[in-house]
């Protein structure tokens, strides 16, 4: 359960504001400013990449008000930046998703980070993916050639290691096409539509983080895919209620408890002969384990990672592609569970890295409380003689690793993004393979977002803090840095300043949080306080990032409203042990945290009104939200965007982790079902969700209806007609968020 940014990140207002003393007058933000129409300065350059040679770093820049993108490059040796590809050639290349039939293909493609190009491995062409149609774009000709023209899209395209193939995903098979000339191959023939070639599934790619499952071998001879099955899986209904013949789409979904995809790792060549990997998995048809990260070591040596149902077993296979033996060469287990890291660095973190110089790899575990990262090494000339051995641990600390950003070989030196210098920062460290202190490269407070050349001399930083909007600049590691791009989406507005608070818990735990205060001037008598947290697992709220307080943020305070966010116990990026605090117990410690900090709070803000108090949340927190207004009695309103109302409703994957299986935890289920609390609902409780929501179903919103009707409790209902879990779009998010602030207008303002 993840929610990307979902606010859009503060827009910019075209009007001129009204004169007051000789100055302009400071603009205000509205609804309609943040969720209208998106101003060019509010977001930075997108889909950067790159180049394999290192010498182009590659970017979408946005048009100024009305204009279209063009790609543009940034050359680190001139340190200037140029363009690429002018806006009318890359209209045709990277189409609007606009054009996409529903919302849940526009979502997808958002959530799950679809490129929309990529380099050859010559750095002298460009493939674009349009919409499902592949396009190759050459630069010395400043030309593109379409590639696939077929009725149904293609997705996932990657060329050969070699530069001479294209494979892709199509109808559930894999394809492989020459890049010069010659016709299209298929590599897979299933005709059924629950078998997938190479292609994702919604659990693989939703909770696993999984952005592929297919892998070209070093030498471009083989392809190492993953067939899933999902013949066993339950199907959900999404129902499109508009057209006058209501359309279902059979959406393939495990609940907690039910049967999972089966999977198998397979091997083709380039002339489609295929045979499955044996792992020695037993696998009784209920998808009782996960291969959600796989890939090469060398021509000849593939690996794969495997992960138990109840997710506390994780285990590293080594595979001789020649013969298809397969060894154990390491393995790593908790009492309660593993969070999953990306190894192919296509996601949040990557958590695996195979070094090419040596016989070594990089491994990021969380053994010792925190996850830091370990260095293994294997047998070179007999790699599945015996385990992979531990040579030490590089560094270590009270921080989170949360990502291996690349490896200078030649220098021996990792590096790696932490919380190191304080919890709610993410900033870039050098760390020598020997072992020894991770030391900074990005003195700058806040959040860092870096991406690193693959030869580890320049990297992209990404960074903003609290209180100081986003920049971008481009450094050459241990060198100067180049600014090329910085947010103006404050400049002119009448921006509040938020400010970090810290709690404790009950237990002494350290509690981060983060509140915005109306204007002084603006204060006539006490102030009523929104609290508005996520508190689900591996989620972390409370940044020293300028997202953490956003722009509708901004308005609740310019309506007299307080907000304030607090990470409480069970949520991420703080170490095993305040993680495991909520285990196997969803909902009880969340709100036990919420409420201490909301009394320490209400002691240190004097102004603050305790008889007017709100909460309000989307996903997990808007499941917290329906938690908090059952089972206290504090709170006069609550707005609950998409929540799950019972974990029996959600994914598996993912509650399977945090709850265990519903049949050995049954107790723990019935206590944090928010429907079997529905007669204890206090305050006015506004619950919101859309249609075709393929995450969190409408199901859940539905089944709390019903229960609070039985128990003759108020509510209010808004839904959003084929809207996803995002409930994306300018028209439904001005609605939306002018719902909202009619709801703490009228039941908490007063």
């Given at each position: 359960?993840?929610?990307?940014?979902?606010?859009?990140a503060?827009y910019a207002?075209a009007?001129?504001?009204?004169?007051?003393?000789?100055?302009p007058?400071?603009r205000?933000?509205?609804?309609?400013?943040?969720?209208?129409?998106?101003?060019?300065?509010a977001h930075p350059?997108?889909?950067?990449q790159w180049?394999?040679?290192?010498?182009?770093l590659?970017?979408?820049?946005?048009?100024a008000?009305?204009?279209?993108e063009?790609?543009?490059?940034?050359?680190?040796a001139?340190g200037?930046?140029?363009?690429?590809?002018?806006?009318?050639?890359?209209a045709?290349?990277?189409?609007?998703?606009?054009?996409?039939k529903d919302?849940?293909?526009?979502?997808?493609?958002?959530r799950?980070?679809?490129?929309?190009?990529?380099?050859?491995p010559d750095?002298?062409?460009?493939?674009?993916?349009?919409?499902?149609?592949?396009?190759?774009?050459?630069?010395?000709?400043?030309?593109?050639?379409?590639?696939?023209?077929?009725s149904?899209?293609?997705?996932?395209?990657?060329f050969?290691?070699?530069?001479?193939?294209?494979?892709?995903?199509?109808?559930?098979?894999?394809?492989?096409?020459?890049?010069?000339?010659?016709?299209?191959?298929a590599?897979?023939?299933g005709?059924?539509?629950?078998?997938?070639?190479?292609?994702?599934?919604?659990?693989y790619?939703?909770?696993l983080?999984?952005r592929?499952?297919?892998?070209?071998?070093?030498?471009?001879?083989?392809?190492l895919y993953?067939?899933?099955n999902?013949?066993?899986?339950p199907?959900?209904p999404?129902?499109?209620?508009?057209?006058d013949?209501?359309?279902?789409?059979?959406?393939?979904?495990?609940?907690?408890?039910?049967?999972?995809?089966?999977?198998?790792?397979?091997?083709?060549?380039?002339?489609?002969?295929?045979r499955?990997?044996?792992?020695?998995?037993?696998?009784?048809?209920k998808?009782?384990?996960?291969?959600?990260?796989?890939?090469?070591?060398?021509?000849?040596?593939?690996?794969?990672?495997?992960?138990?149902?109840?997710?506390?077993q994780?285990d590293?296979?080594?595979?001789?592609?020649?013969?298809?033996?397969?060894r154990?060469?390491?393995?790593?287990?908790?009492?309660?569970?593993?969070?999953?890291?990306?190894?192919?660095?296509?996601?949040e973190?990557?958590g695996?890295?195979?070094?090419?110089?040596?016989?070594?790899?990089?491994?990021?575990?969380?053994?010792?409380?925190?996850?830091?990262?370990?260095?293994y090494?294997?047998?070179?000339?007999?790699?599945?003689?015996?385990?992979?051995?531990?040579?030490?641990?590089?560094?270590?600390?009270?921080y989170?690793?949360?990502?291996?950003?690349?490896?200078?070989?030649?220098?021996?030196?990792?590096?790696?993004?932490?919380?190191?210098?304080?919890?709610?920062?993410?900033?870039?460290?050098?760390?020598?393979?020997?072992?020894?202190?991770?030391?900074?490269l990005?003195?700058?407070?806040?959040?860092?977002?870096?991406?690193?050349t693959?030869?580890?001399?320049?990297?992209?930083?990404?960074?903003?803090?609290?209180?100081?909007?986003?920049?971008?600049?481009?450094?050459?590691?241990g060198?100067?840095?180049?600014e090329?791009?910085?947010?103006?989406?404050?400049?002119?507005y009448d921006?509040?300043?938020?400010?970090?608070v810290?709690?404790?818990?009950e237990?002494?735990?350290?509690?981060?949080?983060?509140?915005?205060?109306p204007p002084?001037?603006?204060?006539?008598?006490?102030?009523?306080l929104?609290?508005?947290?996520?508190g689900g697992?591996?989620g972390?709220?409370v940044?020293?990032?300028?997202?953490?307080?956003?722009?509708?943020?901004?308005?609740?305070?310019h309506r007299?409203?307080?907000?304030?966010?607090?990470?409480?116990?069970?949520?991420?990026?703080?170490g095993?042990?305040?993680?495991?605090?909520?285990?196997?117990?969803?909902g009880?410690?969340?709100?036990?945290?919420n409420?201490?900090?909301?009394?320490?709070a209400?002691?240190?803000?004097?102004?603050?009104d305790?008889?007017?108090?709100?909460?309000?949340?989307?996903?997990?927190?808007g499941?917290?939200?329906?938690?908090?207004?059952?089972?206290?009695?504090r709170?006069?309103?609550?707005?609950?965007?998409?929540?799950?109302?019972?974990?029996?409703?959600?994914?598996?994957?993912?509650?399977?982790?945090?709850?265990?299986?519903?049949?050995?935890?049954?107790?723990?289920?019935d206590?944090?079902?928010?429907?079997?609390?529905?007669?204890?609902?206090?305050?006015?409780?506004?619950?919101?969700?859309?249609?075709?929501?393929?995450?969190?179903?409408?199901?859940?919103?539905?089944?709390?209806?019903?229960?609070?009707?039985?128990?003759?409790?108020?509510?209010?209902?808004?839904?959003?007609?084929?809207?996803?879990?995002?409930?994306?779009?300018?028209?439904a998010?001005?609605?939306?968020f002018?719902?909202?602030?009619?709801?703490?207008?009228?039941y908490?303002?007063?």
């Amino acid at each position: 359960m993840k929610i990307s940014n979902w606010f859009v990140a503060l827009y910019a207002l075209a009007s001129i504001a009204a004169m007051a003393q000789q100055s302009p007058a400071k603009r205000q933000y509205t609804v309609e400013v943040i969720f209208g129409s998106a101003a060019a300065d509010a977001h930075p350059p997108s889909g950067t990449q790159w180049s394999p040679d290192g010498a182009k770093l590659t970017y979408i820049q946005p048009g100024a008000a009305g204009e279209q993108e063009s790609l543009y490059y940034f050359d680190p040796a001139s340190g200037k930046s140029s363009q690429l590809i002018a806006a009318d050639k890359l209209a045709a290349l990277v189409p609007s998703t606009g054009k996409l039939k529903d919302d849940r293909q526009r979502e997808n493609r958002a959530r799950f980070g679809v490129a929309e190009y990529q380099w050859a491995p010559d750095s002298k062409s460009l493939l674009f993916d349009a919409l499902g149609q592949l396009w190759l774009f050459d630069l010395a000709s400043n030309r593109g050639r379409q590639l696939t023209n077929a009725s149904e899209p293609s997705s996932d395209p990657k060329f050969s290691p070699n530069g001479k193939f294209l494979s892709y995903v199509r109808a559930h098979n894999l394809y492989l096409r020459p890049i010069l000339a010659g016709k299209e191959i298929a590599l897979t023939h299933g005709k059924d539509e629950t078998l997938l070639n190479g292609e994702l599934d919604w659990l693989y790619s939703e909770e696993l983080d999984v952005r592929s499952n297919y892998f070209w071998s070093p030498d471009s001879s083989q392809i190492l895919y993953l067939q899933t099955n999902e013949a066993s899986v339950p199907q959900y209904p999404i129902v499109d209620w508009i057209p006058d013949h209501p359309e279902t789409d059979q959406e393939r979904y495990p609940n907690a408890g039910d049967p999972n995809p089966t999977v198998k790792l397979m091997l083709t060549g380039l002339d489609g002969r295929a045979r499955e990997i044996d792992l020695g998995l037993k696998n009784e048809g209920k998808g009782d384990y996960y291969i959600p990260r796989f890939g090469w070591v060398r021509p000849g040596l593939a690996w794969a990672m495997v992960l138990n149902r109840l997710q506390n077993q994780q285990d590293l296979y080594f595979i001789d592609t020649r013969t298809g033996k397969s060894r154990l060469a390491l393995h790593e287990s908790d009492p309660n569970y593993i969070e999953l890291h990306d190894a192919m660095g296509r996601g949040e973190h990557q958590g695996l890295r195979f070094l090419d110089s040596s016989d070594e790899f990089l491994w990021l575990s969380w053994r010792d409380g925190f996850t830091h990262v370990y260095l293994y090494s294997f047998s070179s000339g007999n790699p599945l003689a015996g385990p992979a051995k531990l040579e030490r641990q590089l560094e270590k600390g009270p921080y989170e690793v949360n990502n291996l950003l690349g490896v200078d070989e030649s220098k021996r030196i990792l590096y790696i993004e932490a919380n190191k210098s304080d919890d709610r920062a993410e900033n870039a460290f050098a760390v020598p393979l020997s072992g020894g202190e991770a030391v900074s490269l990005t003195p700058q407070p806040g959040v860092h977002t870096i991406s690193m050349t693959a030869n580890a001399k320049c990297f992209v930083d990404t960074y903003s803090s609290l209180t100081a909007q986003p920049r971008m600049q481009i450094c050459a590691v241990g060198g100067l840095c180049s600014e090329v791009w910085a947010s103006h989406a404050w400049d002119g507005y009448d921006t509040l300043t938020p400010q970090f608070v810290d709690f404790k818990a009950e237990d002494g735990e350290l509690l981060h949080g983060v509140i915005l205060l109306p204007p002084a001037a603006e204060i006539n008598g006490k102030v009523p306080l929104i609290l508005n947290p996520y508190g689900g697992p591996h989620g972390q709220s409370v940044l020293d990032s300028a997202h953490t307080m956003d722009s509708f943020d901004q308005v609740l305070a310019h309506r007299g409203f307080a907000i304030l966010k607090v990470d409480n116990r069970g949520m991420g990026n703080r170490g095993r042990t305040f993680a495991m605090a909520t285990f196997h117990h969803l909902g009880d410690v969340e709100l036990a945290d919420n409420l201490t900090a909301l009394d320490q709070a209400l002691a240190r803000f004097p102004q603050l009104d305790a008889n007017r108090i709100g909460w309000w949340g989307w996903s997990y927190g808007g499941t917290m939200t329906g938690y908090a207004l059952t089972h206290s009695t504090r709170f006069k309103t609550g707005i609950s965007v998409s929540p799950v109302t019972d974990w029996r409703n959600y994914d598996s994957t993912y509650t399977e982790r945090y709850m265990g299986l519903p049949s050995a935890n049954a107790e723990q289920y019935d206590k944090s079902s928010v429907v079997k609390s529905a007669a204890r609902l206090s305050g006015r409780l506004l619950l919101v969700h859309g249609t075709s929501d393929d995450n969190v179903h409408m199901q859940n919103s539905i089944q709390f209806i019903n229960a609070m009707i039985d128990a003759g409790r108020p509510f209010d209902l808004q839904l959003y007609p084929g809207k996803t879990h995002g409930i994306a779009g300018p028209q439904a998010r001005v609605h939306l968020f002018n719902r909202m602030l009619w709801q703490w207008e009228q039941y908490l303002a007063k």
